[in-house]
């Protein structure tokens, strides 16, 4: 099955994005993303509308984190390729950064990072010792070590190791990153960069030179 999408190049996907109303409507609808908990807030009272706007949000936390990424490199392209547009670009950085953090904020980084390098760790001592069984000189000299190393237990005991020595080492600077994680995914900043990146987008679309965008090349 043919994909389209798959057989772009790097190129050709910063080359898409290098136009004044895609680049507004990504800032608008992205901005929305984030303006979005400003309408919760406001429509909590009013049943129904409240909560269909408590839906909203708890799907663009998950969705936000995709836009978020794409954001980040709409904004890379836009440095890159117009660095007049510094303003631009940063909204866009910046706004990304904001919906990213939104994801991790809610979840414990440390523990997931230690937790998915235990899994690896594990993996890889599996798929590095268990060949050597079928080496009957190793396993006369050392096949009772071999065969725990590749057991249930002994699975469990390495992965249990590198769990918390990696969850040790990394708790500190993810315990940071979570600080700021949980600051940029607060309402009031998030509903502040995301009514920022509509009104930028609205001028992008109306007056994109006041930014120092011009002429795509």
């Known amino acids: 099955m043919q994909i389209p999408i798959l057989d772009y190049t790097l190129a050709d996907i910063m080359l898409f994005f290098q136009n004044d109303w895609i680049l507004a409507w990504v800032m608008i609808l992205s901005g929305g993303l984030l303006a979005i908990w400003l309408l919760e807030n406001i429509t909590d009272p009013i049943p129904l ?4 706007f408590d839906l909203l949000v708890h799907i663009g936390t998950y969705v936000g984190f995709v836009v978020g990424i794409i954001d980040i490199f709409v904004g890379y392209v836009v440095w890159t390729v117009q660095p007049d547009a510094a303003i631009v ?15 991790l904020a809610k979840f414990p980084l440390a523990l997931v990072f230690a937790l998915g390098l235990a ?3 594990a993996a890889t001592m599996y798929g ?3 060949p050597l069984t079928n080496n009957a000189l190793i ?4 096949g009772d070590v071999i065969n725990f190393l590749i057991s249930g237990k002994g699975l469990i005991i390495i992965g249990a190791i590198i769990f918390v020595i990696v969850y040790v080492i990394s708790g500190l600077v993810f315990k940071l990153i979570e600080l700021i994680a949980k600051i940029f ?4 900043v998030s ?7 509509i009104a930028v ?4 679309i109306l007056n994109p030179a006041m930014l120092g965008l011009i002429a795509w090349p």
């Open 185 to 188: 995914a607060s309402a009031p």
């Open 128 to 130: 590095l010792v268990q």
């Open 139 to 142: 396993m006369s000299a050392a």
């Open 119 to 121: 899994v690896f760790g």
């Open 89 to 103: 670009a940063g909204v866009l950085i910046l706004m990304g950064f904001t919906l990213v953090m939104r994801i």
């Open 49 to 52: 509308l409240g909560s269909i």
């Open 191 to 197: 509903v502040i960069i995301g009514l920022a990146a």
């Open 201 to 204: 987008g609205v001028i992008v």
